[in-house]
Structure formats: structure tokens, C-alpha cells
């Protein structure tokens, strides 16, 4: 048994945790750059728990801008055991209205300007993201939000654009034509990344509006979505309150193995792996190195 420990990184419209006890707001500096703004810690009826603001405190990261390799190592270095990620999203099915949340369980990847993996040259690793979230931490996210009051869709496919614009009529009907459920700008590679540094990812997208492809809503009205983001942040509130009762403070190892994934994913010969990248890889591959 280890320390749960719960992180959450809060999409737009959600940038702290109501009722932490202890909270502090701290740095915390990695091999990867800056994070997006400093890390609050505290306890949640005594589950440690930590969160971070994916755009910074006053949105000033774009998704392509959004230091996520710096952003997941720091949770690690923090101790956080499990990472939950609440973002805004358009939805791509009628029964996915603006209000609802859905909790993700698959991703299609189309982003192209970001830095996808802590490995490379030097040390080369391949771990699987067949299944990229943790169905146990999914499992807490949906019954939280039941508990809460919310309506939610349990298992969804998130398609991740580049942004920052918003789709065109023809992408988003081609998107929906490929069996996606919602879309947004942020949660790769996060997930990607996550899995890599062997943490427990579930991925909670609070849904805005229709994207472009509905005949009834027209193209996406920022106006609107702010009215929807201000009512989505309130429900999220609600449903990280009561995910420490779910998860509690003891924490077995991940039952599906989301927590040893680097198992046997290292590929570079011990002879040959690059000193300088082993050390930036000290939180995020200690366990295996």
C-alpha cells in the first residue's frame, strides 16, 4: 500500500479546488521547463491532493503552448498517484448535450506541434496506450458525478485537434463520421505522457456545445460557451469533492497495471542510454532505472 494521492488538472473555466485544507500554492521545477503555474497542495477529508491549472492562473497558455511534459513530471515529483483531467469540450452527439460531463476512456491523436514522449534518442521506450485511461480511476470519476447530481456519459472518444481555432463544418462532420465523441484542444499528450510516467489517468470532459457539425446550433458561439464553462466549473467542484471518499488514502497497486507500464517498455541497452536524458528521467523512470 502507498499514499493516494490525487492530482487534478483543471481545463478552462476550473483553476483551483474548493475546501483543501492546508493549501499552498508551490513551485516545483523539472528537467522539462516550467510548469504551467505552480502546484496547490493540501488535504481533501485527508487524502493528499494537488492540482494544477493546465492554462495557468489567468489562461495564459494556449493548448500548443501548454508545458505538458514539465506539467506531468512535476506531479510526479509531488508523489501524486492518480491525475484527473477535467477540460472543456465540443460534443459530437445529440445525447452529449452542453452541461453534460463524459467520462473518457479512448483518444484519437491529431495534434502535430507538441513534444509527445519524455524518450528519444538516448533512451528509447514504447509503452502501450491501447487502453490510455485507468477504468478504475474512470469508475470514481463516473460515480462522483452521479453522486453529485450531474449527467454522465460513461466511455467516450475524445478526438484532440491542435487549435487554438475550432473545428470547420467539414472537420467536425468528418470527426463525427469516424465514431469520436467529443472534441478538445488539450488532453494529448497529456494521457500519452501519463502513461508514461506509470501514473493513473481518467479524463473528464465537460461539455460546451456541438462543435460545428449540427444543424440546429450553427458554428461555436465563444458567448455561449463561457455561460456553459461558468456552469460545468461548478459541477466539476462538486464532483472532485467526493472523489477522496471514493479513492481513499491507502492506495493497492493499479489493477490495471497503469502504475508499472515502463515494466518492460525500455528498449536502449543500459551500455548505450544517454547519461544527460537518464537524469532528466530521474521522477519520471526512477522506478525502472
Known sequence: MTDTMIAVIGGSGIYDIDG????????????????????????LDGVKMAFLPRHGRGHYHSPTTVPYRANIDALKRLGVTDVIS???CGSFREEMAPGHFVVVDDFIDRTF??????FGEGLVAHVSVAH???????????TAAKDAGITVH???TYLAMEGPQFSSTAESRMYRSWGCDVI???????????????????????VTDYDSWHPDHGAVDINEIIKVLTGNADKGREMIR????????DRAPCPHHCDR???YALMTAPDKRDPALLAKLDAVAGRVL
Open 113 to 118: 506541434a507538441r513534444e509527445k514522449s519524455f
Open 86 to 88: 477535467v477540460s472543456a
Open 184 to 206: 478538445g484542444m488539450t488532453n494529448m499528450p497529456e494521457a500519452k505522457l501519463a502513461r508514461e510516467a506509470e501514473l493513473c489517468y481518467a479524463s473528464i470532459a465537460m
Open 261 to 263: 507500464a515502463l515494466e
Open 154 to 156: 460513461k466511455g467516450g
Open 20 to 43: 483543501l485544507e492546508g493549501a499552498t500554492w508551490q513551485a516545483v521545477e523539472t528537467p522539462w521547463g516550467t510548469p504551467s503555474d505552480e502546484v496547490l497542495t493540501g488535504r
Open 242 to 249: 467526493r472523489l477522496p471518499a471514493l479513492l481513499g488514502s
Open 132 to 142: 490510455p485511461t485507468c477504468p478504475r480511476l474512470g469508475d470514481a470519476c463516473f
